[in-house]
C-alpha cells in the first residue's frame, strides 16, 4: 500500500480506548506504516447520569467513530468489541480482531460497611450477582475506570465490578481484587475490533495481517449467540467460548433481573462451525431463554 498521508485511527478519548488505539499503532507501525490518533467523543461517553439501558442498546460507544468512518474523517477505527453492535453499519467491515486480553469479571472491595451494596452499570453483571446474593443492593456506576474507582473509595459501597482486561491495560493495581470467575462475561469481552470501509480493499487486507483467528473464531461465536438471542449490548446476556487441548469450550447464559435463576449452558465441541453461536443460542430460547428475554424487555 502506497502511503502519501499517514493512516487515520479512530479512537474514543477515554484513557482505556487510547490504550487500545496506541496498541493498535505499534502494530501498524511495526509493518512500516505511518499513523496518527484521531480522538472522538461518544454518546456514551458524553453522558455519564443515565443509565447504558436507558439510552437505546446499539452503538452508545461507537456510532461517532462509524459516523467519522463514512465521512472520511478517519479510515479506520478501534472498538474495545463487546461494545460494538453484532450488525454494523452498512459499508463498515469487521477487518481485524487482535490479541484477546482477561476475559474475566472481577470484583473490587470496598468493604465500609456491614450490608452489601455492589456497585455496576451492567444490566448482565447485576443479574448474575442478584441470583447468587439476592439480599444484596445493586446501585448504579458510570464513567471511566478512574471515575468509577474515585466512585468506590468515596461512596459508603462494598465494592464494584469492573472488566480484568481494563484494569489491567491500564495497570491499575487494586489491593482487594476477586475474580468473579463464576459469572459469564459479556460475549467478546476483552477483545478488540479494528473495522475500516468495505471499499478500502486494501487496507483491510493490510489489517488481516494483526488479525488472530482463533479469537476470531471464539468472538464470532459469542457475538452470533447473542445475535440469535436479539440481545443488544445492555441486556442481561454472557458468553465466553475458548480452545483448550485441540477442543473449543463455550458457556453462555440469559439472566434475570428478577432474582431468578438465569438459563446457562457449558459445550465441549472437537470442531469449529460458524453455525455454533447460533445452535447454542436457540438451545437456551428452547429451555426457557426465551421466557426471560421476554420478561426482561417488558421491564425495559
Known sequence: MKQNKPLRIGTRASALALWQAEK????????G???VLIPIHSEGDQNLTQPLYEMGTVGIFTKALDIALLNNQIDLAI???????TQLPNGIIQAAVLERGNSSDILVWSNKEEKNTIATGSLRRKAQWLERYP??????????????LKQLNSQAWNGAVFA??????????EEQVEVLDWMIPAPAQGALMVVTLEENKELAQ???????????KCTSIERDFLRTLEGGCTAPIGAFAYFENGSLHFKGGVFSLQKKQGITLQKKVAHYSDKLGKKWAE?????????LLKEFKSEQ
Do not use: C, F, W
Request: cysteine-free; charged content about 25%; hydrophobic content about 45%.
Open 24 to 31: 493498535l499503532q505499534r502494530e501498524l507501525n511495526a509493518l
Open 33 to 35: 506504516y505511518a499513523t
Open 79 to 85: 472498538h474495545s468489541m463487546k461494545d460494538v453492535p
Open 135 to 148: 439480599e444484596d443492593e445493586i446501585v448504579p456506576l458510570r464513567g471511566n475506570i478512574q471515575t468509577r
Open 164 to 173: 480484568a482486561a481494563a484494569l489491567e491495560r491500564l495497570k491499575i493495581s
Open 206 to 216: 493490510i489489517l488481516q495481517e494483526l488479525n488472530h483467528p482463533l479469537v476470531e
Open 283 to 291: 438451545e437456551i430460547l428452547a429451555q426457557g431463554g426465551a421466557a
